[in-house]
């Protein structure tokens, strides 16, 4: 199955923008008026004109299916229809001391959500050692407060950046785009979904959902 026509990339490239900046204002690395800028110049690097700023207390949204430039309108989207879930495997999957479970799949006629939960969730440098030599290298000589600062810092955004990033892929080869998700949790617990285009097409029989490279296998029948 091909790629998602042009108004489904751009509406998958734009949430998965939006998430990443929100996540920055999130942690303190943007402020408000720095986010907005910067989901304007995305708007404005895919073709559509940013809308004035709603006024308080109104919901505004921004149609990016058509290839024109995309206006304000106060209508949300349509919804996908949903058709059917799957369980996941009855199992636990480790890596890097975490353990992921595949709860459910969703499936919808024009998208497919995977339900998941880590817990105990994994140790961040051993997931990432890369970033771990880096970071030592970067505070070799600090203060052991300053180190530890920074330590936290490279762990959080590894956590909000790149922890709970995953792939999916099928049995016919069709190519998945991610559109976001969301998780959320605490003491050492994490539950989310994440949402990806297009929907299964019928003739799949498998869905492999991969994290920190960990593969796993979900059949649909």
Request: glycine residues 10%; charged residues 25%; without cysteine.
């Amino acid at each position: 199955m091909g790629l998602p026509d042009a108004g489904k990339r751009r509406e998958a490239t734009l949430a998965a923008y939006s998430g990443a900046i929100g996540s920055f204002r999130y942690l303190g690395e943007l402020s408000e008026d720095e986010e907005h800028d910067w989901r304007d110049r995305m708007l404005v690097a895919l073709g559509i004109t940013p809308p004035e700023p709603a006024r308080q207390g109104v919901s505004q949204f921004i149609h990016v299916g058509n290839p024109d430039p995309g206006t304000a309108r106060t209508e949300p989207p349509d919804v996908s229809r949903f058709v059917r879930s799957v369980l996941g495997p009855d199992a636990e999957f480790e890596r890097h001391g975490g353990r992921l479970r595949v709860l459910a799949v969703d499936i919808y006629d024009t998208v497919v959500t995977v339900r998941w939960r880590v817990a105990p969730e994994p140790d961040i440098f051993s997931a990432f050692p890369a970033e771990a030599i880096q970071l030592a290298q970067d505070v070799e000589g600090a203060d052991a407060w300053a180190a530890e600062h920074l330590r936290e810092k490279a762990e959080q955004r590894l956590r909000m950046m790149r922890l709970y990033r995953f792939s999916l892929t099928d049995d016919t080869g069709t190519k998945y785009m991610t559109t976001g998700g969301s998780h959320g949790g605490g003491n050492n617990e994490m539950t989310g979904e994440a949402k990806f285009l297009p929907a299964p097409p019928p003739t799949a029989a498998t869905l492999t959902f991969t994290w920190l490279d960990q593969a796993v296998r979900i059949p649909l029948a």
